[in-house]
């Protein structure tokens, strides 16, 4: 079973930047998609972009798009999503998360804990 | 981009009773739809995938039926550790979507 720990998350002013990072334990995390999804306050779940096991492609939800840019470093076996332009509405607690690689790697297998990301003067 | 419609959004049961959570896809998916748990605090987790097959280590209570645009999420005996909010989401193509979520509390 993988353990994945996210970091990097805070409170930043609206137009700043902020970097995400994911650890994941285990082998074999350069054979399996990873994705990020977030949760405002009290809202639902809302998935915010993926990579492909060899970072060879990445996908954003609209909203992200241009401001935010997912990488990974197969070598030191994490994450990382770098955050631009945060705006007030990417306020939410950030979950990395495995994708199922045995089935489709679009399936949530494995969450992290989560890191609370807050934009605010 | 595929719009997921959860019902209830929330619904009261007790104990031993059977639940039932439906999920409707915009468009016509196939099986490619899964269902997560999300207890208050913790992060989701995976329970169903493929519209019907159980995640290793989940109960057998968990039922996952449908095709197309409707599916269902049933608890066949609602335990007590089942008090929680489920989630349905596409797997078909980026973007992925999310239902609004079912919050099932105790009567």
């Known amino acids: 079973q993988v353990q994945l720990v996210e970091s990097g998350g805070g409170v930043v002013q609206p137009g700043g930047s902020l970097r995400l990072s994911c650890a994941a334990s285990?082998?074999?995390?350069?054979?399996?998609?990873m994705h990020w999804v977030r949760q405002a306050p009290g809202k639902g779940l809302e998935w915010v972009a993926y990579?492909?096991?060899?970072?060879?492609?990445?996908y954003y939800v609209d909203s992200v798009k241009g401001r935010f840019t997912l990488s990974r470093d197969n070598s030191k076996n994490t994450l990382h999503l770098q955050m631009r332009s945060l705006r007030a509405e990417d306020t939410a607690v950030y979950y990395c998360?495995?994708?199922?690689?045995?089935?489709?790697?679009?399936?949530?297998?494995?969450w992290g804990q989560g890191t609370l990301v807050t934009v605010s003067s | 981009d595929i719009q997921m419609t959860q019902s209830p959004s929330s619904l009261s049961a007790s104990v031993g009773d059977r639940v039932t959570i439906a999920c409707r896809a915009g468009?016509?998916?196939?099986?490619?739809l899964n269902w997560y748990q999300q207890k208050q605090g913790e992060a989701p987790k995976l329970l169903i995938y493929?519209?019907?097959n159980l995640q290793s280590g989940v109960p057998s209570r968990f039922i996952g039926s449908g095709s197309g645009t409707d599916f269902t999420l049933s608890i066949s005996s609602l335990q007590p550790d089942d008090f929680a909010t489920y989630y349905c989401?596409?797997?078909?193509?980026?973007?992925?979507?999310f239902g609004g979520g079912t919050k099932v509390q105790i009567k």
């Open positions: 998360v495995k994708g199922k690689r045995d089935y489709s790697n679009y399936v949530f297998e494995y």
């Open positions: 285990g082998s074999s995390f350069s054979t399996y998609g």
């Open positions: 990579i492909r096991n060899d970072g060879s492609s990445q």
């Open positions: 468009q016509r998916i196939s099986t490619y």
């Open positions: 493929g519209a019907s």
């Open positions: 989401q596409h797997s078909y193509s980026a973007p992925l979507t």
